[in-house]
């Protein structure tokens, strides 16, 4: 098992919907856990870090951790054509940080 | 805040030369820094961990005695590609992590460097 899993997609939303993101890592240790968006030939950026069991809101983007199922999730509510791009997921680990492979999104206008 | 700068943003070498990539946080010190690097269309691979003052600590898999990691002060980390080859064209990432107060680390990417080999 990997230890940060995401579906690959494409996930495809029309314009203004929610986009729902998920991802299931494989430990009970992670303390850290963040969600980064990747648009093609750039870099990583971050969009959130959230470290409590619960939701996390800022703006439109919404984290939800639930360390009990070892699940991360994050939602973009009124999605835009800009927001597509490779959404990773990742977890610290020891000494370093462990990402997913990323679920590309797609919002059609 | 937290910004992190890489330079060059894009190179373009022969085959055998050496290429150096600067790594700098901008407005934060870094006592940690990661090397990544990406292929096209495929997932960010970590390279090496970079911490301030002491030796880096490599991923399997990849020579150290290839990608040399210098991490000489608290804001800037140099990855020098010696020899370059064309497999070693890639999008080579670094990232500058920022320490929270009361909260957890956080990573911050810079812009990327794209190497071409001919």
């Known amino acids: 098992q990997k230890e940060v899993e995401q579906n690959s997609g494409p996930l495809s939303v029309p314009e203004g919907a929610i986009a729902s993101l998920n991802c299931t890592y494989s430990?009970?240790?992670?303390?850290?856990f963040f969600w980064y968006r990747q648009y093609s030939g750039k870099s990583p950026e971050l969009i959130m870090s959230?470290?409590?069991?619960g939701d996390k809101e800022d703006g439109r983007f919404t984290a939800q951790l639930n360390k009990a199922s070892q699940y991360v999730s994050l939602l973009i509510r009124d999605s835009q054509p800009s927001d597509s791009a490779t959404y990773l997921c990742?977890?610290?680990?020891?000494?370093?940080?462990?990402f997913g492979t990323g679920t590309r999104l797609k919002v059609l206008a | 805040g937290a910004v992190v700068s890489q330079h060059p943003s894009r190179v373009i070498c022969k085959s055998g030369t050496s290429v150096k990539i600067e790594c700098r946080s901008l407005?934060?010190?870094?006592?940690?820094m990661f090397w990544y690097r990406q292929f096209p269309k495929q997932s960010l691979m970590l390279m090496a961990t970079?911490?301030?003052?002491?030796?880096?600590?490599?991923e399997q898999g990849v020579e150290k005695d290839k990608f040399l990691i210098n991490h000489a002060s608290l804001t800037l980390s140099t990855l020098t590609v010696t020899s370059a080859h064309p497999e070693d064209s890639s999008f080579y990432i670094c990232?500058?992590?920022?320490?929270?107060?009361?909260?957890?680390?956080?990573?911050?990417f810079g812009p990327g460097t794209r190497l071409t080999v001919l």
């Open positions: 430990d009970r240790v992670s303390q850290s």
């Open positions: 407005d934060f010190q870094a006592t940690t």
């Open positions: 970079s911490n301030e003052g002491s030796k880096a600590t490599y």
């Open positions: 990232s500058a992590e920022q320490r929270g107060v009361g909260l957890g680390n956080e990573q911050f």
């Open positions: 990742a977890k610290s680990g020891t000494y370093k940080y462990i």
């Open positions: 959230i470290y409590s069991n």
